[in-house]
């Protein structure tokens, strides 16, 4: 049992007159439970949700559109925004860590800047039999690199590629521990350059090789890594990538290149489709992969034990367009927004179609986050300079908790605690 315990602080909020007034968080001192009690422990009233995803209803971390380099935090418990954070220089894009506790930003090079990655500790974090909370804070921990393209997350590591051809680490491997420590676990420099992507899987990495038709297989050795071998099933056009709990799965140009994971051992196979598959995802408590193909409208469920693929209309007869998708945090629901700026909802233990919203006027710059304790999706809405809630059990709107930060959010990561329970290892 892990209980809510927030000592109370004063926290200087932000307005646009550029004062700043305290802001009590004594308000959230009541005790919550994060697992092992069979009810949600902190419910929104109407959501529907009778899981018991625990904890503190988190924190959004997002950025602003154009020149300006700074890191927002907005708690979702107080309904305010926390002390603003000074970054280095403008983000591309915005992740969270493994544990959701830190939010990942990268900074691309756009003249003046260079390539780098900074790190956001978003203050609430579990500690012992309780849930700290604390003031947002810039981990003393810089990676520099060229291009930071690839971020892929699998249980309580991340893996981050770089893409460009003078990055001196062609990726690095983290967790939420490692970052506490402002620190990483391993990196790589001998992969030559190439659009790729590293799938963590425990005490391996498996990566592109230089030329995007294979899967090699690296083991960690201590900071560093070892090229293992290389998997014989080839998968050309490599592109996207993602995992369960026993497999890995990467999208090639005739299919899906599946690799079964037992231990060390690593086995290939492909799952064929008609078109090329751009798109992978995955999540441990899910059993088939969900594949997008080139065009983003043909949307592929891939069981990896029978080796089979089959449509799915994930847009109800709409015949629509892809713009991006994402599994919800609990691996319950695929979202999948079009380009037109309605958000599909589908079941995702069965690919069965829930239902749908309409949420964006432009979809240009809009990104998803999922809560980790909710059923709730949170997107922005640059164009009307807002970030939107969808209640994922009644695929609504949620007016009451939309979010006016007064600028156009860009890049949007869901930080807090989950529960313990759902955490776990698939590197059998």
């Not at 402002?182 to 790589?188: E, G, K, P, T």
């Not at 909802?345 to 964006?360: I, M, N, Q, R």
Request: charged residues 20%; proline residues 4%; hydrophobic residues 40%.
């Amino acid at each position: 049992m892990i209980t809510t315990r927030i000592m109370e602080q004063n926290i200087m909020t932000p307005f646009s007159n550029g004062f700043a007034r305290p802001m009590a968080l004594s308000l959230l001192a009541a005790s919550v439970v994060l697992s092992g009690c069979g009810n949600d422990s902190n419910p929104r009233p109407g959501t529907g949700d009778d899981h018991d995803h625990g904890g503190l209803r988190g924190r959004l971390v997002f950025t602003n559109a154009g020149s300006d380099a700074h890191a927002y935090v907005y708690d979702l418990d107080a309904g305010e925004m926390l002390p603003d954070l000074h970054l280095d220089y403008p983000a591309h894009s915005l992740y969270a860590s493994p544990g959701k506790r830190f939010a990942v930003i990268t900074q691309r090079d756009t003249g003046a800047n260079p390539n780098q990655v900074q790190f956001v500790d978003a203050g609430l974090f579990a500690h012992g039999d309780h849930i700290d909370a604390a003031n947002p804070s810039l981990v003393s921990l810089t990676l520099s690199g060229e291009t930071p393209a690839h971020y892929r997350t699998v249980e309580d590591q991340a893996a981050l590629f770089f893409d460009g051809a003078t990055a001196s680490n062609r990726f690095v491997l983290f967790t939420d521990a490692s970052l506490e420590a402002a620190s990483i676990m391993a990196a790589d420099s001998s992969l030559a350059a190439h659009h790729g992507i590293a799938e963590p899987r425990g005490e391996f990495v498996l990566t592109s090789n230089a030329t995007r038709d294979a899967i090699e297989v690296h083991e960690l050795h201590g900071d560093h890594f070892h090229l293992e071998e290389t998997l014989a099933e080839p998968c050309t056009g490599l592109h996207g990538g993602g995992s369960l709990e026993d497999f890995a799965a990467f999208g090639c140009d005739d299919g899906v290149l599946v690799v079964a994971q037992n231990g060390a051992t690593f086995t290939a196979s492909k799952v064929a489709t008609p078109l090329r598959v751009t798109q992978v995802s995955g999540h441990h408590a899910l059993s088939q992969f969900a594949t997008f193909a080139t065009g983003n409208q043909v949307m592929y469920a891939v069981d990896p034990v029978a080796g089979t693929q089959q449509e799915i209309d994930w847009s109800n007869g709409a015949g629509a367009t892809r713009s991006q998708h994402q599994i919800d945090a609990h691996g319950e629901h695929l979202l999948v927004l079009d380009t037109t700026g309605t958000l599909h909802v589908l079941e995702a233990d069965d690919w069965s179609y829930k239902g749908s919203v309409a949420v964006l006027g432009n979809v240009t710059g809009a990104q998803i986050t999922t809560s980790g304790t909710e059923d709730i999706a949170y997107i922005t809405d640059p164009a009307n300079e807002a970030i939107l809630a969808v209640d994922l059990e009644t695929v609504t709107l949620l007016d009451d908790e939309r979010i006016e930060p007064g600028f156009a959010p860009v890049g949007l990561a869901w930080t807090g605690v989950v529960e313990a329970g759902d955490e776990h290892d698939h590197a059998h």
